[in-house]
């Protein structure tokens, strides 16, 4: 209760601001009150780059993370932007250049000012939030555009959710891995005469999957069928990503069989979450088996399903075979990261292999990846079982050394 008191509050003095600001446009008889234009001067009168300058920086691929950041502050402190299109632009933008904050701050600076927001602003607000995994406020955007019209003194404005609205807040959900948020609105779209089409669909069940929810998720692919909505590399993949969660490999291989038999033909994506799957499940030969046809049947394998293979050779102790596959991964294209590293050191670990974990570790700091704390407490505990308590000793006092010295930089994943 207090903290929807607190909320209400807050709309309260949101809308008080936004009525004094109304108060003053209508007074100056300007086409919009504008904090930067109070004193009646120009753009030019106020100092650094012009707007139309720092909304190129934005956009060019070209600018540094830093110096976009940059612009999108300057933009909002000085009040530079007096339009929804110009707010549209910016926002856009720098969701897809991932300053999520900056964007929605800029869609907050909207607000304030009293622009007017129609749907499609509201959807770039969300898309910023399904950035940051803001889901909480995602569905406050929802529920406002739901409503029907914007509230606030002298401002009267028809909203309507139609599916994109509708799609928007699910995404936020799901990167956040909202799963029963995300599934709430897939009802309440339904309810509101809204068929789900695939994109909201696989954005559902992608936050089932980032929930670790196989069952939800199986029963959105029984939907889609009832509604003959045909599934796509997306919706099998996480399918299969979410089987692997639940242990249930042998209902991942059937998806990935599905998905053959529909021609979809499997990617890596679909490949590496089979793979996955039985790793997870403790069938690390059929690992093997599918990392191999992936790469006969799609000519490839990436990083992620090598370390896939790895992870579950490293839950079976199966020290011989995660050599073996370390050593093929050395010899391709491909280069092992910390990631390999630590699978085969933890199947030493479970070996009691510990001279060749302390190999390992050696030959990591030779290719330029420095162990981290799992590594070395994965290569203490092999010593432990090999009773060598010195030798154990000894390595976590280097540990402690590494963690006095502070982080090593981005590790090479």
Not at 19 to 37: E, Q
Not at 327 to 337: D, I
């Amino acid at each position: 209760m207090e903290r929807r008191a607190d909320r209400g509050l807050k709309r309260w003095w949101r809308w008080q601001v936004v009525a004094s600001l109304i108060a003053v446009r209508l007074s100056t008889g300007s086409r919009g009150w504008h904090p930067s234009r109070s004193s009646g001067a120009g753009l030019a009168a106020v100092g650094g780059a012009s707007p139309v300058e720092l909304l190129r920086r934005i956009k060019d691929r070209k600018t540094p993370q830093f110096e976009v950041v940059q612009a999108a502050t300057e933009l909002r402190q000085r009040h530079l932007l007096d339009n929804p299109p110009d707010y549209r632009v910016a926002i856009s933008t720098l969701t897809k250049r991932t300053a999520w904050s900056e964007a929605l701050g800029l869609w907050h600076e909207m607000r304030w000012v009293g622009q007017i927001a129609e749907e499609q602003d509201f959807m770039l607000a969300m898309g910023a939030c399904a950035r940051g995994s803001q889901w909480q406020e995602s569905l406050e955007l929802l529920s406002e555009v739901k409503s029907g019209r914007q509230l606030g003194p002298g401002i009267t404005r028809t909203l309507r959710a139609d599916k994109r609205v509708y799609t928007a807040g699910i995404s936020a959900c799901r990167e956040a891995g909202a799963w029963q948020q995300a599934l709430m609105i897939l009802q309440d779209m339904e309810q509101n005469q809204h068929i789900p089409d695939l994109v909201a669909y696989n954005a559902a069940m992608s936050a089932c999957e980032k929930g670790r929810q196989w069952e939800p998720a199986d029963r959105i692919a029984q939907e889609m069928d009832r509604w003959g909505i045909a599934p796509d590399k997306v919706t099998f993949s996480t399918l299969i990503s979410a089987c692997g969660w639940a242990g249930k490999w042998e209902q991942a291989l059937d998806y990935l069989g599905f998905m053959w038999d529909d021609t979809l033909s499997p990617d890596l994506i679909a490949y590496t979450a089979a793979i996955g799957a039985c790793a997870k499940a403790g069938q690390w030969e059929r690992s093997l088996v599918l990392l191999h046809e992936e790469k006969r049947k799609i000519l490839g394998a990436n990083i992620m399903t090598y370390n896939a293979a790895l992870s579950g050779l490293a839950a079976a102790g199966r020290v011989e075979l995660a050599l073996l596959l370390l050593e093929e991964l050395q010899l391709s294209e491909l280069r092992p990261n910390l990631m390999s590293y630590k699978s085969v050191v933890g199947a030493c670990e479970l070996a009691g292999e510990w001279e060749l974990a302390m190999d390992i570790m050696a030959e990591m700091k030779e290719v330029g990846i420095e162990p981290r704390e799992a590594i070395y407490g994965s290569v203490a505990r092999a010593c432990e079982k090999a009773n060598l308590p010195e030798l154990a000793a000894s390595l976590r006092a280097d540990l402690e050394k590494l963690l006095r010295a502070g982080p090593p930089g981005p590790p090479r994943m």
